[in-house]
């Protein structure tokens, strides 16, 4: 959904110039919300307007936190308690399945049969893979695991970002179960919210604007987000050089990273620029991503993201919400993403191709790739249960765990909701 900047202040303008709008607000502000925005405004939210005179003020409190002072506390020390911090993971996570041998997957190719066909049926049964891994709250599951020593436990966890991040990739998939499972979890990303509209990773961690940025843009009918009530603090959230700060660090909050983590990354600036839009206050971290792209200097620039398609991918989601203000990143982008192919056309891996495909899409740069070769890639590396392989897709990339290693996160799940996405983008090129 795309915002409208100043959302609540256009309606007290409004209020203020028409008697008619006026009266039909108070009377029902639900309804006459919705049909001067065009927007459907969720089932169960109630919305109150109230008209202030002479002789009546109204003060508005804001509803209680979600948790308990004690809960408070606990999540103030949870850094550095074991028990606590296994409150945040789940149930111990299987080993990492390898890719299928070449030997046991089913060739695909433009002889076998129509590829268009091919990849609608590849994406019905990703879909159903994914509809299997979401639980019965329609969150999605990561796995967090340590990519030097493999004999680290690897544990499920759950966060709201997680399920953000991937349901966004589902946006254009037309599929029936598409639609239900973004369904199921915008209705989870809308429970996990705590006011005014902001989200946290960990129960341990401060709330942050990565998690924030991704959740509001899937729940964009939501009125804290709708009327933009999370906008000033995510605009307080900037540094002297007018970029995003990852955490938004507030009194009472854990403060387990404020000493050593307030960093400014590509990847949050880009989705924080992708939900807020193309506004003064978003001018200077627009510059900043710009000047990193166009100069070449994204190497370990993202303290969150492994990868350089990951930033490019990230960048192109938001030149299309907020064009034309990025749209001279368009050329550098495809040139980017398309030095990153090999001398056989090919990506690093499944998931990185997956999303400098999707990235390519976006910019309007897909015909400069062989559309075919990958689709039928994309075939040959589903396995038979309608997942694709698991690989890293985010994490820590300079916190050890323990001695050795770094923190990742990745599932099944994760690369087969961008798998799906980029075929998707590939299918609406070729001929049904």
């Known amino acids: 959904m795309k915002t409208h900047p100043d959302t609540a202040d256009r309606i007290v303008s409004r209020a203020g110039e028409d008697r008619g709008f006026r009266d039909r607000l108070l009377a029902k502000p639900k309804e006459t919300i919705e049909e001067e925005f065009g927007v459907k405004l969720p089932e ?59 030997p046991e997957r089913a060739r695909k190719s433009a002889a076998a049969e129509p590829l268009a066909k091919a990849g609608r049926d590849c994406i019905r049964r990703g879909l159903m893979f994914l509809e299997s891994a979401l639980d019965e709250n329609g969150a999605w599951h990561c796995i967090r695991f340590n990519t030097a020593d493999p004999a680290i436990p690897r544990h499920f966890e759950r966060p709201a970002f997680v399920s953000a991040f991937c349901v966004l990739a589902l946006e254009r998939c037309q599929e029936a179960r598409a ?30 604007l990565d998690s924030t940025a991704l959740c509001s843009l899937v729940v964009g009918s939501h009125p804290w987000i709708f009327l933009e009530r999370n906008v000033p603090q995510i605009l307080a959230n900037r540094d002297e050089d007018g970029r995003f700060m990852t955490w938004v660090l507030a009194r009472g909050e854990p403060d387990v990273v404020s000493r050593f983590r307030l960093e400014a990354d590509p990847v949050v600036n880009a989705n924080v620029i992708a939900y807020l839009g193309d506004r003064p206050e978003t001018r200077d971290a627009q510059r900043w991503l710009k ?142």
């Open 44 to 102: 169960g939210h109630e919305i109150f307007v109230h008209e202030e005179t002479c002789a009546a003020t109204h003060l508005v409190l804001p509803p209680p936190g979600k948790f308990t002072e004690a809960e408070r506390e606990e999540a103030r020390t949870g850094a550095t308690s074991l028990a606590f911090l296994r409150k945040t993971l789940h149930d111990p996570a299987p080993p990492r399945r390898p890719a299928a041998p070449e």
């Open 291 to 432: 000047g990193l792209i166009a100069e070449g200097r994204i190497e370990g620039s993202s303290k969150w993201y492994p990868d350089a398609v990951a930033i490019y991918y990230a960048t192109a989601r938001a030149v299309i919400r907020i064009q034309p203000a990025l749209d001279e990143l368009r050329p550098i982008l495809a040139n980017r993403i398309l030095n990153l192919l090999d001398d056989k056309g090919n990506f690093a891996n499944i998931l990185q191709a997956a999303q400098a495909i999707s990235a390519l899409y976006n910019i309007d740069d897909l015909e400069r790739i062989d559309a075919k070769h990958h689709v039928e890639n994309f075939l040959n590396s589903q396995r038979e249960d309608g997942s694709w392989p698991e690989l890293l897709a985010f994490g820590d990339q300079s916190l050890k765990w323990g001695t050795v290693g770094q923190i990742g996160h990745a599932s099944e799940a994760v690369t087969s909701a961008f798998c799906i996405e980029a075929l998707e983008c590939l299918l609406n090129g070729l001929s049904p």
């Open 179 to 208: 639609g239900a499972i973004r369904a199921a979890t915008e209705a989870y990303l809308a429970d996990t919210i705590e006011y005014p509209g902001l989200w946290r990773y960990y129960r341990h961690l401060p709330q942050d």
